[in-house]
């Protein structure tokens, strides 16, 4: 599977794995400190949605 | 501040459920029919509609939009009313899908009988049909969004970011995927051609999985087990990590489905990568249901409709476990093209679909219909026989894809492979038995459900218009705590909408614009060729006949297969298939390098009767395409269609096309009469001979001209 031989053709194809990888780290550290600074409270009523 | 009264509209959910029931069963037995086929390849009955290859596109489009997509669309419609608290936009929108859809299963149903298939595995449905499917998706999102934007409810519970997430994303896959050139009012070619149809194509078949039956069934999960356990989500802040981390992943693992085939290195690292982290939001989603359920674990033992979804979450943990093992490269070498990939499905079908549906429609009618379930009793022995039924079908599958696997790569110790392909073949016969009677057995189980939920319908009276009441948004005041941002993106549906499609277009992209970059930067091998008009006929015969099902046309650069079927198969060899015929499964070997191997009137007599040639062979008869003429007034359109798609054919050449047909048929049957078999050029058999005997032969012809680096 020698593709890489081609690929060396397209400029800087290491970018796009790389693209992903800190798109992805940055969205899911974003969510996580809301996430976590949450508050609680509110959490709690939203979770009550479907049963009130 | 006065609640305004409405009703909800429970007559759309009920219709949708009942399709649901339907189909499902339809499937259901059609899967059945299939696995049976697989043991006794009689079952196939000699006649075109009821072969292996065409019903089992029948099955799988049955069971994912089907059964699944009416169950989703009957979950959603109920959930939206209810968490959104208001009637659904348009009853209109609503019955148009309804109907829509039911229209689309029909048409696709006894078009893919007919033969009229893409070839490409889930979207094998025709480019009319994509249309149809594309129009009745809008109007569902029409109708989803116009309920979000009349609700009552400030926050959008997390169920229905699930649903939105799915709705962008299958829009999404479908069109990109869908991109096709009509030659004729029901056929059509792919748009790519090898490695870019086979990217394009498991980047959706991977993302069809993540969207239609995962996301809607997590949205469904987060509003039933609640409901059912009766108390709110284990931890609402999972949930929401849950969500963005899933879509966010999701859409990179694809390529884990071309592990070691000629698709470029970095992009099947980059598909094994995000496959492995997929495990942490799966586990994740899992353990909020599972641990939401705990708080109401001494119910369980009573309640058909909580054991239901214990074991759905359960199955989808463990093939959310097993999909990314299936992803390294070192396991997938062995369970690639085998059954284990089979059984994986069906954990996930059967046990965390199925399950998950049947709960929520023991759950839903009783309440629908304002009464009790029939039979609970009975209820709870369907979620017996049903789970027996996923471990019968399981179990001898795994069992089968690794002793297959095994034989395969098997070698003798003066380095001969020890084992012919039949051979491999004969000795799972006993698992493929096995596993048809356990797909009985939940067949069994759904048609209990059956009889119990009409039962339980029969006993209540129906209530199409459920009064409910709540105060308008407008006149509810604004919460006094500092607003977080995501909860402003909550509040603002559309934003919702954008951002999910922003998270899964750039992960599409990134995915997949290397890959249409490299086409052009391909060096074409220069030995390969165009097919022959005969050639590209055949080559049509093939994709409507479904052999894709059984054989893959992809070897892989490994010892065991290129001793077995020939040299691995290069990129550069795929730049006229439109589409491309990888496969996924093995159940017969691999074509790719089959021309040459045999003579022409091998081939003649293996096509009538497989059996004959190969004793104990699993391939149905395809004795049909000796009397069927070729459908030679298609061949100019094929020629102009192909050339567009930028095969390099002759200027003029589809005038003269039919000529250099004949003239090829002429050379195969004067070659078959020597053999003593007589058969007039017109048939479709010279047809498929002619391509068998083109598979992988440019390479063998003339190896000095191939520009592929080894």
Redesign the interface.
Known sequence: MKFTNYLKQIQNVSIYPLISLILFTTIFTIVAIYVFSADKKKMDDQAGIPLQ | MQPEKFYYDNKIVKQFGIATIVWGIVGMLVGVVIAFQLAYPALSFGIPYTTFGRLRPLHTNAVIFAFVGNAVFAGSYY?FQ??LKTRMFSDTLSKIHLWGWQLIIVVGAISLLLGYTTGKEYAELEWPVDIMITIVWVIFGINMFGTILKRR?R?L???IWFFIGTWVAVAMLHIVNSFELPFSIFKSYSLYAGVQDALVQWWYGHNAVAFFLTTPFLGLM??FV??AA????YS???S??HF??LI??YI?AGPHHLL?T?????AQ??GT??SV?LILPSWGGMLNGLFTIRGAWDKVKEDPVLKMFVVALTAYGMATFEGPMLSLKSVNAVSHYTDWTIAHVHVGALGFNGFMIFGMLYWLVPRMWNTTLFSRKMANQHFIIGTIGILVYAVPLYWAGFTQSLMWKKFTDSGQLQYQFIETITSIVPMYILRAIGGTVYLVGALMAVYNLAKTMKKGSFVANEAAEAIPFKLQAM?A?KM????VIERKPVRMLILSLV?VA??GA??L??TF??ES???SIAAVKPYTPLELQGRDIYVREGCYTCHSQMIR?FRDEEARYGEYSK?GEFVYDHPFQWGSKRTGPDLHREGGKYPDSWHFRHMRDPQEMSPGSLMPTYNWLIENDINIKSTPAKIRAMQTLGVPYPKGFDKIANDDLHRQADSIVAGLQKDKIKVSRDKEIIAIIAYLQRLGTDIKKNQTTSN???
């Open positions: 959930i209810r968490v409810e926050h519970y997390v169920a987060y509003y609640p409901k009766e108390r709110p989500v609402y802040r999972w929401i990590i963005w981390a966010f992943i990179w070691y000629a698709l470029p290195e970095w690292a980059l990568v995000f982290m919460p705590v977080h941002w995501h909860s998270a750039i992960g990134i995915e614009v290397p970059m490299i930067n391909v060096p650069p990129a592929e680096v080894h």
